[in-house]
């Protein structure tokens, strides 16, 4: 079966009864994503993109190559958002692309009300991936360090 863009999903489930979702999910399968494969397509999707290489991700995060792949193809799950943080700024992600990567994972978006959120968007926004700089313009302001300690 071909993969179905997302609009065609989107247009097919506009007239679907609840019923039928079985036979869709049959005849739709090569389209839907896998969950567990989600965050990993789509990192895989923009690293390439960029050019940068998953071993200097997980060097710049802090985390061996090994664990990193670990967490990259969901083998094992982390709880430290700031670890996905890190991943998204090493890889030169935008704020956009960072919150999707954190909603893949399970995890909040950036979010501009928090004080810290707000710091790391305006520091992802100018550009800035170097992690030392960032922890200390986050240190400048009284919050927590993104790096690993």
Do not use: W
């Amino acid at each position: 079966m071909q993969e179905k863009s997302t609009y065609e999903v989107e247009e097919i489930l506009k007239s679907m009864r609840p019923d039928q979702l079985q036979q869709f999910y049959k005849e739709n399968s090569s389209s839907m994503i896998d969950e567990k494969k989600a965050f990993y397509y789509y990192m895989k999707d923009i690293v390439e993109a960029k050019r940068i290489f998953f071993k200097d991700i997980y060097i710049q995060s802090g985390v061996s190559e090994s664990y990193g792949e670990q967490l990259m193809r969901m083998e094992k799950h982390t709880k430290n958002r700031d670890l996905i943080i890190r991943f998204c700024i090493a890889g030169h992600f935008s704020v956009d692309e960072t919150s999707k990567a954190l909603k893949l994972y399970g995890m909040n978006p950036l979010y501009g009300k928090d004080r810290r959120d707000a710091c790391l968007i305006t520091e992802i926004n100018s550009r800035h991936y170097d992690m030392f700089k960032i922890d200390e313009r986050l240190e400048e302001y009284g919050l927590k360090k993104i790096s690993a300690d």
